[in-house]
């Protein structure tokens, strides 16, 4: 039997509910799954108040998640596979775009020429390599902490891209606040999408850098979650930071897929 | 005819060379009489000059002053990545300004008054801002990002002009390079790091005592048209000329430069109201010293030296009580200085030391 260790920050939510619902119904997944959520509003906190304490809250959890699937995997029998599965950084297109007062500001992909947004009207342009190496740097502990957990439990490990983000700010701030009760005019709004979409495809493009350099496999977004411009589709949407079950979906069937053919048994 | 004591007799000790530079303690000699305003914790101190001038930027940024940085990054950038994009190193990212007439011309961009015709410099595959030539690690990816970067730049360069408190200007240099087509200067020359050098199209020019007092009477005159109440401290570097152009030696290129910047700066400050000059160069290389505030090069200034000059500034422009740095400095004797580079001479960003490197 396949078992999946998925760990991550809240952006594994998704997934977990995608595999609850599919347990629901006969026939059964024919696959475990067990999750380690950590939490994104821990990460919040590690960016935006601990002043970027390379990931002084993600990174203990990250390995303690990892340590803990790979006890539960001296468990299952020999003739088992076991995958882990590790899906961080869903946080930084949100928290990073997120509140106006924290500092508004747009940059230009190596593809434009111009910007979404009236530049006249921003507090201000930064350089994309700002934004580029500001994200490596947050990555930097989370990588090397990926890096120890896969040369300590010699188990397949594989990355899972995090979900792209919404188009519309205004959505995002809807179902944010019927999930929670709160006044949508009380809320804080959100910075333009572009620059949304803009900030998570260089984290994408940084994190599957890095898997290829310490040779972990990457799992893109599955190409039916997105539309053509790259923003998550309606019908995938969760609760308006995150992915709803239909994404999780899609990215288990591809984890599962995967992991049929790559993970390797527990004692071979 | 009334006899009258000779006018000497009933001068203050500060007016005396023996009383109040040979004989105190070297390191507590102090050239500041009075003080024309005070500055309190909340009021915006702007800083602008040569590399200096970021020492003076460090120490109200520690001391628990309002050190005004109007170009921030943004919140969520890693704050080690945003200090390498010299982010907060200072009030906006405009680099070293080292002469005047690059400080009028950057006040003029800011305000739409003058757009040079030099072009972005191609450079290591990206795009260098001639202007700023080190402002970031890395070049722009495009003309336009370089084109965006700038605007936004000096939006941010006016906002501090118009909401400043108190602006210090760190007068540098007098030698600069120019384009021949608007006279647009540059902080280091082109071709020496960034660029290429074409005397047809640039040349060498070092500014008169006449020039550098026009700019420093224009400046003023157009900082206080936008904000009126702004207060304005000038000083004059101690650090010497890294190279002249001038085909002088360069001890008295240096020599030159640093007369004319501090006979201007004297000359300005008594057109202007509300402005001070206060005495960096003194109090780091006057005679007291024996050049012993200069690291083993003769040209990087000690910490030791900058906290002196710091020690003054507060004492007469702040309400501060001198610091225990202070004091113990007041303490040490001659043979406590030992000429071993100090870390922070280091760590200022200065784009002419390139022009060590030919």
């Given at each position: 039997?396949?078992?999946?260790?998925?760990?991550?920050?809240?952006?594994?939510?998704?997934?977990?509910?995608?595999?609850?619902?599919?347990?629901?119904?006969?026939?059964?997944?024919?696959?475990?799954?067990?999750?380690?959520?950590?939490?994104?509003?821990?990460?919040?906190?590690?960016?935006?108040?601990?002043?970027?304490?390379?990931?002084?809250?993600?990174?203990?959890?990250?390995?303690?998640?990892?340590?803990?699937?790979?006890?539960?995997?001296?468990?299952?029998?020999?003739?088992?596979?076991?995958?882990?599965?590790?899906?961080?950084?869903?946080?930084?297109?949100?928290?990073?775009?997120?509140?106006?007062?924290?500092?508004?500001?747009?940059?230009?992909?190596?593809?434009?020429?111009?910007?979404?947004?009236?530049?006249?009207?921003?507090?201000?342009?930064?350089?994309?390599?700002?934004?580029?190496?500001?994200?490596?740097?947050?990555?930097?502990?989370?990588?090397?902490?990926?890096?120890?957990?896969?040369?300590?439990?010699?188990?397949?490990?594989?990355?899972?891209?995090?979900?792209?983000?919404?188009?519309?700010?205004?959505?995002?701030?809807?179902?944010?606040?019927?999930?929670?009760?709160?006044?949508?005019?009380?809320?804080?709004?959100?910075?333009?999408?572009?620059?949304?979409?803009?900030?998570?495809?260089?984290?994408?493009?940084?994190?599957?850098?890095?898997?290829?350099?310490?040779?972990?496999?990457?799992?893109?977004?599955?190409?039916?979650?997105?539309?053509?411009?790259?923003?998550?589709?309606?019908?995938?949407?969760?609760?308006?930071?995150?992915?709803?079950?239909?994404?999780?979906?899609?990215?288990?069937?591809?984890?599962?897929?995967?992991?049929?053919?790559?993970?390797?048994?527990?004692?071979? | 005819?009334?006899?009258?004591?000779?006018?000497?007799?009933?001068?203050?000790?500060?007016?005396?060379?023996?009383?109040?530079?040979?004989?105190?303690?070297?390191?507590?000699?102090?050239?500041?009489?009075?003080?024309?305003?005070?500055?309190?914790?909340?009021?915006?101190?702007?800083?602008?000059?040569?590399?200096?001038?970021?020492?003076?930027?460090?120490?109200?940024?520690?001391?628990?002053?309002?050190?005004?940085?109007?170009?921030?990054?943004?919140?969520?950038?890693?704050?080690?990545?945003?200090?390498?994009?010299?982010?907060?190193?200072?009030?906006?990212?405009?680099?070293?300004?080292?002469?005047?007439?690059?400080?009028?011309?950057?006040?003029?961009?800011?305000?739409?008054?003058?757009?040079?015709?030099?072009?972005?410099?191609?450079?290591?595959?990206?795009?260098?801002?001639?202007?700023?030539p080190q402002?970031?690690?890395?070049?722009?990816?495009?003309?336009?990002?370089?084109?965006?970067?700038?605007?936004?730049?000096?939006?941010?360069?006016?906002?501090?002009?118009?909401?400043?408190?108190?602006?210090?200007?760190?007068?540098?240099?007098?030698?600069?390079?120019?384009?021949?087509?608007?006279?647009?200067?540059?902080?280091v020359?082109?071709g020496c790091g960034a660029g290429?050098?074409?005397?047809?199209?640039?040349?060498?020019?070092?500014?008169?005592?006449?020039?550098?007092?026009?700019?420093?009477?224009?400046?003023?005159?157009?900082?206080?048209?936008?904000?009126?109440?702004?207060?304005?401290?000038?000083?004059?570097?101690?650090?010497?000329?890294?190279?002249?152009?001038?085909?002088?030696?360069?001890?008295?290129?240096?020599?030159?430069?640093?007369?004319?910047?501090?006979?201007?700066?004297?000359?300005?400050?008594?057109?202007?109201?509300?402005?001070?000059?206060?005495?960096?160069?003194?109090?780091?290389?006057?005679?007291?010293?024996?050049?012993?505030?200069?690291?083993?090069?003769?040209?990087?200034?000690?910490?030791?030296?900058?906290?002196?000059?710091?020690?003054?500034?507060?004492?007469?422009?702040?309400?501060?009580?001198?610091?225990?740095?202070?004091?113990?400095?007041?303490?040490?004797?001659?043979?406590?200085?030992?000429?071993?580079?100090?870390?922070?001479?280091?760590?200022?960003?200065?784009d002419?030391?390139i022009l060590?490197k030919?």
């Amino acid at each position: 039997m396949l078992h999946l260790y998925i760990v991550g920050d809240s952006h594994i939510g998704c997934l977990d509910k995608a595999f609850r619902e599919a347990s629901k119904f006969k026939p059964k997944p024919h696959y475990s799954a067990a999750f380690h959520s950590l939490g994104g509003g821990a990460v919040a906190y590690d960016l935006l108040i601990r002043n970027h304490q390379s990931c002084w809250v993600l990174n203990p959890l990250l390995k303690t998640a990892v340590m803990t699937a790979k006890k539960q995997a001296t468990r299952i029998t020999p003739a088992d596979r076991v995958q882990i599965a590790i899906c961080v950084g869903g946080y930084v297109s949100t928290v990073y775009t997120w509140d106006k007062k924290l500092g508004q500001f747009d940059f230009l992909l190596d593809a434009e020429d111009s910007v979404d947004a009236d530049p006249d009207a921003l507090s201000m342009m930064v350089p994309t390599s700002l934004v580029r190496q500001s994200l490596k740097a947050h990555f930097k502990v989370m990588v090397d902490a990926l890096l120890q957990v896969k040369q300590q439990t010699a188990l397949p490990t594989l990355f899972v891209s995090p979900p792209p983000p919404y188009r519309s700010s205004e959505t995002i701030v809807e179902l944010m606040c019927a999930k929670r009760s709160i006044d949508k005019h009380a809320m804080q709004q959100p910075m333009h999408s572009s620059v949304r979409l803009k900030v998570w495809r260089i984290a994408d493009e940084i994190l599957r850098a890095e898997m290829e350099r310490i040779s972990v496999p990457f799992l893109g977004v599955p190409s039916g979650a997105v539309d053509a411009d790259g923003y998550l589709l309606p019908e995938m949407f969760g609760d308006g930071f995150h992915a709803g079950t239909a994404y999780g979906q899609l990215v288990l069937d591809a984890l599962v897929q995967h992991a049929e053919t790559e993970a390797a048994f527990v004692c071979s | 005819m009334s006899m009258t004591p000779c006018p000497y007799k009933e001068l203050p000790d500060s007016a005396f060379w023996k009383r109040s530079v040979a004989e105190p303690l070297w390191t507590t000699v102090d050239p500041v009489l009075s003080a024309p305003f005070k500055i309190t914790q909340t009021m915006r101190v702007a800083t602008a000059g040569s590399c200096f001038a970021q020492h003076i930027a460090r120490h109200l940024k520690n001391s628990g002053y309002n050190y005004y940085v109007r170009e921030r990054a943004p919140r969520c950038i890693h704050p080690e990545v945003a200090l390498h994009y010299n982010y907060g190193t200072f009030s906006a990212r405009f680099g070293n300004v080292y002469t005047t007439r690059q400080l009028r011309q950057l006040i003029d961009r800011a305000l739409n008054l003058f757009i040079p015709e030099e072009p972005f410099w191609f450079k290591d595959g990206g795009y260098v801002d001639p202007f700023r030539p080190q402002i970031q690690p890395v070049p722009f990816s495009s003309i336009r990002e370089a084109e965006l970067d700038r605007a936004s730049h000096l939006k941010a360069v006016r906002h501090m002009l118009e909401s400043m408190d108190v602006f210090v200007f760190t007068l540098g240099l007098t030698e600069s390079w120019e384009s021949l087509s608007d006279g647009s200067v540059f902080p280091v020359c082109p071709g020496c790091g960034a660029g290429t050098f074409d005397s047809s199209l640039y040349q060498f020019k070092n500014f008169t005592y006449e020039e550098i007092l026009d700019d420093l009477i224009y400046v003023t005159n157009t900082i206080r048209a936008l904000n009126p109440s702004c207060r304005f401290i000038f000083t004059v570097s101690p650090v010497p000329l890294i190279a002249t152009a001038d085909l002088n030696h360069v001890l008295t290129a240096t020599t030159y430069s640093k007369a004319v910047l501090r006979v201007a700066a004297e000359t300005a400050v008594k057109q202007t109201p509300m402005s001070v000059y206060f005495p960096s160069f003194e109090i780091v290389s006057g005679a007291h010293t024996r050049g012993r505030y200069f690291e083993q090069d003769l040209r990087g200034i000690r910490e030791e030296g900058v906290e002196h000059v710091m020690g003054v500034f507060f004492r007469h422009f702040t309400d501060r009580q001198p610091e225990t740095a202070d004091a113990q400095r007041s303490q040490k004797c001659l043979s406590d200085f030992q000429f071993t580079p100090t870390s922070n001479s280091m760590d200022v960003v200065c784009d002419e030391e390139i022009l060590d490197k030919f």
